[in-house]
């Protein structure tokens, strides 16, 4: 067990989720008040599950022109575009963090310089993973609230099979991987160790908090703070636990590309399940 590698991807990993979780603590508040203003994928109703299928088919079409990108597109033309999507996303996932502990004008200041700093700095592997916890913790926490448990449940299902394809099968999950972290973009985070730099998708860190910020939401409508956070903290450990067992079976086959998030969800639905089972 490479004790290295997994103490980076748990720090990362409870860092982004604390960021998360708190942003979409506020995020649930506000909309259980106004729930006119919810967002929605494709409905304002949360519990629709139309909205877990359109997500997973705005993953699917923003990939595939990805790869038409990586295709089709070389040089200069090639890097200002995966530079701008990657400074749009940063900018206004980390602004939403920012802002809702801060309050703007800091907020948008910082993270005007957060994209600024990893543009500038752009070799920089703390940088980029700073700006990928950061964007993590803002669109996990945006998307989990804008979808109830059953849609986050689908969409889970349905991108688990879609990555257990693309990586294993067409494999253009892993031609798409090396082409962004020779780049060295927010997409991915880096756990350097003395042998190897492995690389880990943002996913793997974004869609458990999506499903930790929708139980969070149901369970506020039941359960008193502090204790409302502890249905999201156990499917949570769930996940970080089948992300913990995935990493160190790849840190022991370094050159394989393995999906985590296969693995992921299953322990994340079971928990869930049996916490409901529980009556918790």
Request: proline content about 4%; glycine content about 8%; hydrophobic content about 60%.
């Amino acid at each position: 067990m490479n004790s290295k590698l997994l103490a980076q991807l748990a720090v990362i990993f409870l860092v982004t989720q604390i960021i998360g979780l708190g942003t979409g603590y506020f995020l649930q508040q506000y909309f259980l008040a106004q729930p006119e203003q919810r967002p929605g994928i494709v409905s304002q109703n949360p519990e629709d599950s139309s909205n877990g299928i359109a997500l997973i088919v705005w993953i699917l079409f923003s990939t595939a022109l990805l790869l038409a990108a990586l295709k089709f597109m070389k040089g200069n033309l090639l890097d200002a575009l995966l530079k701008i999507f990657e400074a749009l996303a940063i900018f206004g996932a980390s602004w939403l963090v920012f802002s809702i502990v801060l309050g703007d004008p800091l907020g948008l200041i910082l993270a005007a310089a957060l994209v600024f700093s990893k543009n500038i700095f752009s070799k920089s592997l703390f940088l980029r993973n700073v700006a990928g916890v950061f964007a993590a913790g803002g669109a996990g926490a945006l998307i989990g609230t804008a979808m109830g448990i059953i849609p986050v449940v689908i969409f889970m299902a349905l991108l688990s099979i879609y990555d257990y394809i693309a990586v294993f099968k067409t494999k253009h999950m892993v031609t798409l991987a090396k082409s962004i972290t020779k780049k060295n973009l927010a997409f991915t985070y880096a756990l350097p160790t003395e042998g190897h730099k492995f690389e880990l998708g943002t996913g793997d860190i974004v869609i458990p908090l999506v499903f930790a910020v929708s139980v969070l939401g149901e369970s506020m409508k039941t359960i008193p703070y502090p204790a409302v956070f502890l249905p999201s903290i156990v499917v949570l450990a769930a996940s970080l636990a089948g992300l913990l067992l995935t990493i160190d079976f790849v840190s022991r086959r370094v050159g394989t590309a393995v999906p985590a998030l296969p693995l992921q969800t299953a322990f994340m639905v079971t928990a869930f399940a049996i916490m409901k089972l529980l009556g918790l």
